[in-house]
Protein backbone atom coordinates (compact mmCIF):
# COMPACT_ATOMS: atom_id res chain seq x y z
CA UNK A 1 0.00 0.00 0.00
CA UNK A 2 1.30 3.28 -0.93
CA UNK A 3 0.70 5.79 1.79
CA UNK A 4 0.45 10.04 0.47
CA UNK A 5 0.36 13.04 2.40
CA UNK A 6 -2.25 14.29 -0.01
CA UNK A 7 -4.51 10.83 -0.34
CA UNK A 8 -4.85 9.11 2.91
CA UNK A 9 -3.48 11.37 5.52
CA UNK A 10 -5.88 9.78 8.71
CA UNK A 11 -4.75 5.83 8.06
CA UNK A 12 -1.32 7.79 6.97
CA UNK A 13 -0.77 8.89 10.24
CA UNK A 14 -1.28 5.65 11.77
CA UNK A 15 0.66 3.44 9.55
CA UNK A 16 3.55 6.36 9.37
CA UNK A 17 3.49 5.95 13.85
CA UNK A 18 3.57 1.53 13.26
CA UNK A 19 6.24 2.09 10.77
CA UNK A 20 8.22 3.98 13.32
CA UNK A 21 6.92 1.74 16.18
CA UNK A 22 7.89 -1.27 14.50
CA UNK A 23 11.33 -0.65 12.63
CA UNK A 24 14.44 0.76 13.74
CA UNK A 25 17.20 0.96 11.29
CA UNK A 26 17.11 3.42 8.75
CA UNK A 27 19.22 4.35 5.84
CA UNK A 28 19.09 7.90 4.90
CA UNK A 29 20.01 8.32 1.37
CA UNK A 30 21.23 11.21 0.11
CA UNK A 31 21.08 12.76 3.55
CA UNK A 32 23.94 16.13 3.87
CA UNK A 33 26.62 16.61 6.07
CA UNK A 34 26.07 20.16 6.22
CA UNK A 35 23.95 21.48 9.47
CA UNK A 36 22.05 23.45 7.89
CA UNK A 37 19.99 21.05 5.27
CA UNK A 38 16.65 19.09 6.54
CA UNK A 39 18.57 15.72 5.86
CA UNK A 40 20.90 16.74 8.46
CA UNK A 41 18.78 17.26 11.17
CA UNK A 42 16.53 14.35 10.23
CA UNK A 43 19.78 12.40 11.20
CA UNK A 44 20.65 13.97 14.37
CA UNK A 45 17.28 13.82 15.52
CA UNK A 46 16.47 9.50 14.51
CA UNK A 47 19.59 8.60 15.90
CA UNK A 48 19.07 10.25 19.30
CA UNK A 49 15.94 8.79 19.47
CA UNK A 50 18.07 5.33 19.40
CA UNK A 51 17.25 4.62 15.18
CA UNK A 52 20.45 3.06 14.03
CA UNK A 53 21.03 5.62 10.87
CA UNK A 54 23.07 5.01 7.87
CA UNK A 55 23.90 7.74 6.18
CA UNK A 56 24.34 7.06 2.46
CA UNK A 57 26.21 9.87 0.33
CA UNK A 58 28.93 9.43 -2.16
CA UNK A 59 30.67 13.00 -0.90
CA UNK A 60 31.22 12.47 2.20
CA UNK A 61 33.05 9.65 3.90
CA UNK A 62 31.55 10.48 7.47
CA UNK A 63 28.72 12.40 8.87
CA UNK A 64 28.16 12.83 12.74
CA UNK A 65 30.80 10.22 13.17
CA UNK A 66 28.68 7.65 11.68
CA UNK A 67 30.32 5.64 8.32
CA UNK A 68 29.03 7.54 5.38
CA UNK A 69 28.19 4.85 2.65
CA UNK A 70 28.72 5.27 -1.38
CA UNK A 71 25.29 3.23 -1.94
CA UNK A 72 22.65 1.30 -0.18
CA UNK A 73 24.53 -1.64 -1.69
CA UNK A 74 27.27 -0.86 0.63
CA UNK A 75 25.67 -1.36 3.68
CA UNK A 76 26.51 -4.85 5.20
CA UNK A 77 24.62 -4.48 8.19
CA UNK A 78 20.13 -5.10 7.67
CA UNK A 79 18.43 -2.00 6.90
CA UNK A 80 14.50 -1.79 7.73
CA UNK A 81 13.46 1.92 6.01
CA UNK A 82 15.07 3.53 3.04
CA UNK A 83 14.79 7.26 3.95
CA UNK A 84 15.42 9.55 0.45
CA UNK A 85 16.88 13.04 0.31
CA UNK A 86 16.93 12.97 -3.60
CA UNK A 87 15.25 14.63 -6.64
CA UNK A 88 11.83 12.37 -7.51
CA UNK A 89 13.36 11.46 -10.98
CA UNK A 90 16.49 9.79 -9.58
CA UNK A 91 14.58 7.21 -7.05
CA UNK A 92 13.25 4.31 -9.60
CA UNK A 93 16.99 3.13 -9.44
CA UNK A 94 16.72 2.76 -5.61
CA UNK A 95 13.93 0.26 -5.44
CA UNK A 96 16.18 -2.77 -6.80
CA UNK A 97 18.79 -1.63 -4.42
CA UNK A 98 16.25 -1.59 -1.41
CA UNK A 99 15.20 -4.89 -2.18
CA UNK A 100 18.54 -5.93 -2.51
CA UNK A 101 19.42 -4.99 1.19
CA UNK A 102 15.91 -6.28 2.33
CA UNK A 103 14.16 -3.13 3.01
CA UNK A 104 10.69 -2.82 4.37
CA UNK A 105 9.99 0.41 3.86
CA UNK A 106 10.46 2.69 0.64
CA UNK A 107 9.87 6.91 2.39
CA UNK A 108 10.25 9.76 0.01
CA UNK A 109 10.74 12.87 2.20
CA UNK A 110 8.53 15.54 1.81
CA UNK A 111 8.50 16.58 -1.89
CA UNK A 112 10.23 13.71 -3.16
CA UNK A 113 6.50 13.14 -5.31
CA UNK A 114 7.11 10.18 -7.77
CA UNK A 115 3.82 8.50 -8.41
CA UNK A 116 5.92 6.17 -10.73
CA UNK A 117 8.43 5.09 -8.19
CA UNK A 118 5.45 4.68 -5.59
CA UNK A 119 3.67 2.25 -7.86
CA UNK A 120 6.90 0.21 -8.76
CA UNK A 121 7.88 -0.06 -5.08
CA UNK A 122 4.80 -1.15 -4.16
CA UNK A 123 4.47 -3.69 -6.37
CA UNK A 124 7.56 -5.14 -5.50
CA UNK A 125 6.13 -5.13 -1.80
CA UNK A 126 7.46 -2.74 -0.14
CA UNK A 127 5.61 -0.30 1.98
CA UNK A 128 5.67 3.01 0.40
CA UNK A 129 5.61 6.56 2.45
CA UNK A 130 5.60 9.62 0.21
CA UNK A 131 5.84 13.26 1.05
CA UNK A 132 6.39 12.55 4.27
CA UNK A 133 9.65 13.39 6.76
CA UNK A 134 10.16 10.83 8.73
CA UNK A 135 11.30 13.73 11.67
CA UNK A 136 8.22 15.07 11.55
CA UNK A 137 6.40 12.23 11.61
CA UNK A 138 8.69 10.86 14.95
CA UNK A 139 7.98 13.98 16.73
CA UNK A 140 4.21 14.04 16.10
CA UNK A 141 4.20 10.79 17.89
CA UNK A 142 6.66 10.41 20.33
CA UNK A 143 8.54 13.85 20.64
Wanted: glycine share 8%; hydrophobic share 45%.
Amino acid sequence: MIHYAGIMSGELSTRTRDILTRYSRIAMVGVSGNPTRASYRALVHMKSKGYTVYPVNPSYDEILGLKCYKSLLDIQEPVDIVDIFRRADTVIPLIGESLEVGAKVFWMQIGVVNAEAAAQAAAAGLEVVMDRCVKIEHCRFFG
